[in-house]
């Protein structure tokens, strides 16, 4: 069919055979970045804000353990990542990281809602969705090159003749095969997007847990797009109307056994905190104290009214957080915020005690080990540099990406006369950001003091070696 269209006459068959190979070798090249130029390829570059918070993050893993186990990615479990957006948005672009705004936690009331949201985003890793998707954006984009050499060779046979109208028309032709290509594409994803939520209902199902949740999600997702909706095309979207996704899994939702499973209590609670101090943490003081006024004495109220003094107040909210403290004496997260009130107010040593406090309760989390050496380091202390320096290093064998904690160790190895060490820590904080001139600058620095073949010297000579990959800027 190809050879018999007007394009023959203009593009020989060698030549258009040429054009489509190097079409297909363009596609190939985008699609292996596809997943990841929606919006990661961002976040390597820094411009998706992450957050990071260990009591919520430690919730999340525990939405997420189950349902890892009952998709069978448990071996290779996800990171997920706090982005700090208050939309309610959640996307994953590989089989290893899942990121979820802030807002997810913000707006669902209650956990079944999140972990449906969880549910949905493993049902695209474990149907290899991801991978899947390179070949169908390929085979969209190959449908757009075709039609675009045929509208192409129409275009140039109506401008040979003389005939405008002619002309016209195969531009025409050329942007519709665009627009098929795309739709072709959008649609395969809109059945990618049903699949992954028939997953999530067996994953709700396998572990026991209520889809209602997840129903709930998609009835305020429809209601948002009320309006929109009456003027959106169906078929240029890459997702279902959440109307037709709520329709599509009311049935199957309601046939669970675990339909009217009640919420579990602790993790309410836990889910209830972590509102309350992601409210407080991204909002005013004075937007949280409308949101939780003196008259609510729930537990996450005090919590949020806490954060808000210590946001407004400093050091001076300390008496405030030792009442939350009393509440509950054994919750880490309290300690945790009694430290970074501290610390922020311009007394780290008074700092490092609640740090230690938090570290009681939990001693392998690697966020709080930062705050301590964060504590140790700003108390200005010759005498606390040496452990600063080990409990820095713990940190970052916990959680390598932390560009504070490799900042905080370049001061300790800097006040210890450790130029060397100083550099490199430093040239890892700033691959961590993303800054790679100028981790290379200060790894080839450290290279010239440290010796030659050592386990120092070969990192920094990683990182002056490093090439970032070549992604394409796109949005």
Partial sequence: MLLSSPASAFFPKQSLLRLLRKAVAIVCSLAIVLPMVVVPANAQRGKIPIVRDAETEALLKDYAKPIFKAAGIAHSEPEIILVNNKSFNAFVPDSRRMFINIGVLMEAEAPSEVIGVIAHETGHIAGRHLVRLRAAAANAQIIA?????????????????????AASGGAAAALGATSVGKRSLLSYQRGEEAAADRAALKYLNATGQSPRGMLKTFQRMSEQQLFSRQYADPYAQSHPMAQERYNGLLNQAQKSKYFNQP????????????????????????????????????????YARAIAAMKSRGKGAVKEIDTLIRTQPNNPYYYELKGQALLEGGDPKRAIAPFRKALSFKPNEPQFLVWLGYALVGANNPAYLPEAERVLKKAIQRDSNSGVAYGQLAIAHGRQGERAEADLATAKGLMVRGDFDAAKRYAARAQKSLKRGSPAWVQADDIVAYKPPDLPNRR
């Fill in 145 to 165: 090159v075709i039609g675009m050499l045929l509208g192409a060779g129409a275009a140039a046979a109506g401008a040979a003749s003389g005939s405008g109208q």
């Fill in 263 to 302: 919420e579990d209590y602790v993790l309410q609670y836990r889910h209830d905190q972590v509102r309350a101090k992601l409210f407080a943490f991204s909002s005013h003081p004075s937007a949280t104290l409308r949101a939780f006024p003196r008259s609510d004495k729930s537990p996450a109220a005090q």
